[in-house]
């Protein structure tokens, strides 16, 4: 009888969650679900002409996709730019919050208030700023050649990978700064102690205990970073030049310019499958190792 | 830990430098008289401020975003109360499974979101507009506003809520008068944040405002040009400082309260 009830009553839960939950879920479904399903269908057309679409389904747009050199390397190049990305952003950002959990004993938060900040003003607007920095005639050029060091302008600052890495580094470190405080922080310091006690270097102790158990934060940062950095538009088509030009901005053309909807689709598609394949292995490959470590 | 670590403070004031300085260079050169972002500084003008106002463009940018950005941020606060509600509340089956399809668009890719709306739209027969950019903020600013609001909730006890009930309130009056006014702060935290989010967006306005440009679009259109870039740091600057001072409004907001509701708890125990 009472595990009758329990029933109901688990029910009952079940429907006022969802009852909760429906807006959220038709939003997602009716603007992200079925627009993403009907763009899978799209790149299995053909653009005819200019206004024209052949909706007969073939797979000619993936084959397409992968025979042309150009998108080949820009995906191979995204993905190269975004894990770059995700290792600087955190190896840079884990010791700040090493600090901040363990070292900093008073307002914490106003500290981890300050470090994200800046991530809150215009993303457009921190892309432009590293333009003003990294330009021929910008801050370090300028600086530079006032100070007598150069006598010609450092060129591969600007329109460059080098240029898009850095930015990015810095647009993203947010997401970074976030996870890796939160899983620090949760970490029982009486674990550091023991493991000092024990005898262990400091650089064990980093590796066999602190690490590990930071280990969720560094998985939600990788997901959170390397997953949209690899689509990322804004960044390469201002400060990319030919050098740093990344998959994205050649999905733009195929909607505006080229005007090739189902290519535009296809290589839409192909780069989210990709990248969410390589953030499982990347995920499940740094908890085996962190397994071994421990 | 009673330590301390000097090499890492070094290490974590430079790394504040490194987050910041970038930042601070665009209100520097807004006020230098010259064309070109370049020391060293030519003289203090405010010169391309006076032109910022003159721009009739902008006005109408900025109607736009403020526009998109209320109604998405208002919608999206709303949805996310419920769903912040009922993943706080409830322990319910497919639990990860909804609370993974509710932060998917904070996590894929913006311009794989810009892409799918835009075709959708276009062929329901739809116009572009500020239409579907506010259903794509919208689509985007839940996922936030419900991370907040879950933080909020989370904190909450929900025996008042029932204490309410037992005293003859209805589910509304239970709502309106125990539960809203102490999500009140998360809920205006989520609003302003939310609202920052869409005003600031750029990827999903650019697909989808066609001629309807938001405050970003008509930024990224001007930034093409050297000789109009000097108005676009000031804008730039007025709007790092409106964004700085809303967002911190939103962090106090978002911590008020929850100490004096955690004391007033402990007292009556």
Known sequence: MIGFLKKIYAKHDNVKAYSLLSPALILVILAMIVPMALMLSFSMFTQVSMMEIDYTFTFQRYIDFFQKKLLVTLLIKSIKISFLVTLITLITAYPVCYYIAFYVKKNKMLWLVLLTLPFWTSYLLRVFSWKIILGTKGVI????INAGILSEPLTFLMYSETAVVITLTHAWAAFALLPLYVSLEKIDFSFIEAGRDLGLSRFEVFWKITFPLSLPGVIGAILIIFIPTVGDYVTPALLGGTDGRMLSNMIQAYFGKINNIPLGAASATIMLTTVVLITIIVSNVTKKLTQRLT | MNEKNNTLLIYTLLYFGFLYV??????????????????PLAGFTTEHYEEMWSKRNLHKALWASIKVGVVASVISTIIALFAAKAFARYKFRGEKISYGGIMMPFLIPEIILAVAILIIWVNLGFKLGLVPVTIGHTLFCTPFAMLILIAR??????????????LGENAWGTFFRVSFPLYLPGIVAALLLSFIISFDEFILAFFLTGSDATLPMYMWGQMRFVQKLPHVLALGAVIIVFTTFIVLLAFWLRNVGQGKLKKDIAMKL
């Open chain 1, 141 to 144: 050029n300028s600086s530079l």
């Open chain 2, 22 to 39: 970038p930042v601070l260079f665009l209100p520097i050169f807004s006020f230098n008289d010259a064309n070109y972002m370049s020391f």
């Open chain 2, 153 to 166: 909730i989370e904190g909450f006890d929900f025996s008042l809520e029932e204490a309410s009930r037992d």
